[in-house]
């Protein structure tokens, strides 16, 4: 089997983060309900991922997927593949947990649905908070973020950050909190280069972690009139050819190359191999800028329906969106005895 070797690079609090890891978000499905359909592949996925080689899981107490994510690495670690502190696990802290004290409740149900002790990552998922009834109920990200000091403090968690924060957000309570956030989870792909988050956080010791990496170029994620690159795009298709390498491959190590790590999740057992076979080459200077032209602030990852609630990081559209009923009530979809 092949065995990788993926880099590290280090946080601010001294640990290692793999540069690449493996996502676990399933989506929703055309009825905007939670879809587990690919669950089984995922956990084959995620398991054969930690065979060859993959130590960073990226998951979330949305996704619902926890209790499965936690018996793979289990069951990784009792067939001696891995060592448990040889493996990064990142969860996330969900809308309805934002009162300082939840934090904790929120991350010791993490814990005990993915049967481990502690956490190498906990992360505010979105700076807005919001009751479970889709209500905002305007709670300042500076008291969660003191749940979070509080967690890490009693040895819960090894590492705390923050997710789609942006510049002003993460300025404020840099000004106003005692931990830095180790990490700072965004959506970063050839379309959203986000140039001045990246740099904001490179300068304060934040380690950026892209999410959607691949943005709209692979088809799940493609939207009607959503710009190139895709995988077909003839100038991405030449510059992997010159190393041997796929369009996603070439992508994967632009962000690597910015000193970002990638999250991508893929349930297909040689899609795994293939996103984290990105560390025998590397982009010439002249590649490097050209890639970079696909900048254009495009977003793939837009939740305008929560674009009036308190503290959402992105710019507003014009539009007037309802919530999903999944992301809005709790009780929804797929694994309903979830807490
Ligand atoms: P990705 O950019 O990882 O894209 C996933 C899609 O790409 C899937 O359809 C997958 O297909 C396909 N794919 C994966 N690898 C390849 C490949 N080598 N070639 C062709 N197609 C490929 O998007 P995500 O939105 O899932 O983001 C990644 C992770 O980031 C999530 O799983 C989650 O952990 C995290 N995330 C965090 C968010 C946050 O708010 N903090 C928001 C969104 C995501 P298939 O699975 O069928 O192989």
Redesign the pocket.
Known sequence: MAQLNIPTIKLNNGRDIPTVGY???LGLNEKSVFDTT?LPKMVDALSYAIDIGYRHI???HLYRVEPEVGEVINKKIKEGVVKREELFVTT?VWHHYHREADVEVSVRASLRRMNLEYLDLV?M??PMSISQDGVDEKIDYLETWRGFESVLQKGLVKAIGV??FNVEQLKRLLANSKVVPASN?V?I?LNLGQKELVDYCQANNIVVVA?????TM?P??AQPNSPEPK?NNPTLVAIGKKYGK?V?QVTLRYLYQRGIVS??????RT?VL??ASIFDFALDNEDVRTIAQFDNGYRT?VPAFWQDFTNYPFEKRPVKLEIPLALKSWKNGANLDID
């Not at 999250?263 to 297909?268: A, L, N, S």
């Open positions: 996502g676990t978000w690919d990226d998951t979330a996330k992360l998922h979105w997710s789609n989870q959506e792909n999410y959607s990496p691949f943005g692979v799940s994620r995988l796929t996603t999250i991508p999740k893929t349930v297909t899609r293939e996103n990852v």
